[in-house]
């Protein structure tokens, strides 16, 4: 990355820097886009470089935060969408303080009230087999593969490619997971053959305008995280599963029925692509007794 500059007009720049920063990273497209917005808006209303910037400035835009009117809406902002903006500005200070742009890093021992969860409850081991013997297409099947059989996250889906998908060797690989983390998935017999069964039956006779992807929408190009949500939804309209169930209940419901099964937390954190073993137990609402005995 090139030297960062931190001057009067030099922000817009800046910004620019962190954006590319979180790409480098791996960071979802999403992210790569409101984590930056969130730091625009710190410091439109700090009116300071951020190498001048202090705790009285980051507390003055928390409370700033909680006072705001939403634009779209009536009320205030929600706790997660303030806790959003507290997220950038640790990311971005943290990065900062990573490239000696600033000699002391803020946020770094500052504490903020954490939003009141909002915990996505696993499926039943019932509920996943009616999705399955709900699915109409290969496809459909293969998706519920990706996202609870293989525990993809919803960005790592939108960017698997035919490639990365190893049949013999019942591997699915994921190169582009969250923090520019790789994993290795393994697959078993069932997964294997239904994803294969996909691949040569649907999408091999497909008009594919991305020959590089291994999921193709209706009109042959790769599947966005908006179309899987769309063909979940037509599978759940089939069954009694709640209809609010989204693809990344499939994931935690994985991983939770993985350590139901006396699967351990290392071999659970690795298959979901986790760095830490805390981020593992907080998917599958593992008591702390058993982080503690690792």
């Given at each position: 990355?090139?030297?960062?500059?931190?001057?009067?007009?030099?922000?817009?720049?800046?910004?620019?820097?962190?954006?590319?920063?979180?790409?480098?990273?791996?960071?979802?497209?999403?992210?790569?886009?409101?984590?930056?917005?969130?730091?625009?808006?710190?410091?439109s209303h700090a009116k300071k470089n951020p190498d001048r910037c202090?705790?009285?400035?980051?507390?003055?835009?928390?409370?700033?935060?909680?006072?705001?009117?939403?634009?779209?809406?009536?009320?205030?902002?929600?706790?997660?969408?303030?806790?959003?903006?507290?997220?950038?500005?640790?990311?971005?200070?943290?990065?900062?303080?990573?490239?000696?742009?600033?000699?002391?890093?803020?946020?770094?021992?500052?504490?903020?009230?954490?939003?009141?969860?909002?915990?996505?409850?696993?499926?039943?081991?019932?509920?996943?087999?009616?999705?399955?013997?709900?699915?109409i297409t290969l496809k459909e099947t293969a998706i519920l593969h990706?996202?609870?059989?293989?525990?993809?996250?919803?960005?790592?889906?939108?960017?698997?490619?035919?490639?990365?998908?190893?049949?013999?060797?019942?591997?699915?690989?994921?190169?582009?997971?969250?923090?520019?983390?790789?994993?290795?998935?393994?697959?078993?017999?069932?997964?294997?053959?239904?994803?294969?069964?996909?691949?040569?039956?649907?999408?091999?006779?497909?008009?594919?305008?991305?020959?590089?992807?291994?999921?193709?929408?209706?009109?042959?190009?790769?599947?966005?995280?908006?179309?899987?949500?769309?063909?979940?939804?037509?599978?759940?309209?089939?069954?009694?599963?709640?209809?609010?169930?989204?693809?990344?209940?499939?994931?935690?419901?994985?991983?939770?029925?993985?350590?139901?099964?006396?699967?351990?937390?290392?071999?659970?954190?690795?298959?979901?692509?986790?760095?830490?073993?805390?981020?593992?137990?907080?998917?599958?609402?593992?008591?702390?007794?058993?982080?503690?005995?690792?």
């Amino acid at each position: 990355m090139k030297k960062v500059y931190i001057g009067e007009n030099e922000n817009v720049i800046l910004v620019k820097n962190f954006k590319n920063y979180l790409q480098d990273l791996g960071y979802s497209k999403s992210s790569c886009y409101m984590l930056p917005d969130c730091i625009r808006d710190f410091l439109s209303h700090a009116k300071k470089n951020p190498d001048r910037c202090t705790q009285k400035e980051i507390r003055s835009f928390y409370e700033h935060l909680q006072q705001r009117p939403h634009k779209q809406k009536e009320g205030g902002l929600s706790e997660q969408y303030i806790n959003h903006h507290v997220y950038a500005i640790r990311v971005f200070f943290n990065w900062l303080e990573s490239i000696g742009a600033i000699k002391h890093n803020p946020i770094s021992v500052m504490k903020f009230k954490a939003p009141k969860g909002n915990p996505r409850q696993p499926l039943t081991p019932e509920e996943i087999k009616q999705l399955f013997e709900s699915t109409i297409t290969l496809k459909e099947t293969a998706i519920l593969h990706l996202f609870y059989s293989c525990g993809l996250r919803r960005s790592e889906g939108e960017a698997l490619n035919i490639k990365d998908v190893h049949f013999k060797k019942q591997i699915l690989y994921v190169r582009e997971g969250k923090g520019a983390k790789r994993r290795a998935v393994p697959m078993t017999a069932r997964v294997t053959k239904e994803l294969e069964n996909y691949y040569q039956e649907e999408r091999r006779t497909a008009r594919a305008k991305d020959r590089e992807a291994f999921m193709l929408n209706r009109i042959g190009m790769r599947m966005s995280g908006d179309s899987y949500n769309k063909a979940l939804k037509e599978i759940l309209k089939r069954t009694e599963v709640k209809p609010e169930t989204t693809l990344h209940h499939l994931r935690h419901s994985i991983a939770t029925h993985l350590l139901e099964s006396g699967l351990s937390l290392e071999y659970v954190r690795d298959f979901l692509g986790h760095a830490f073993l805390e981020s593992t137990q907080i998917y599958t609402k593992v008591n702390q007794r058993q982080l503690q005995k690792l």
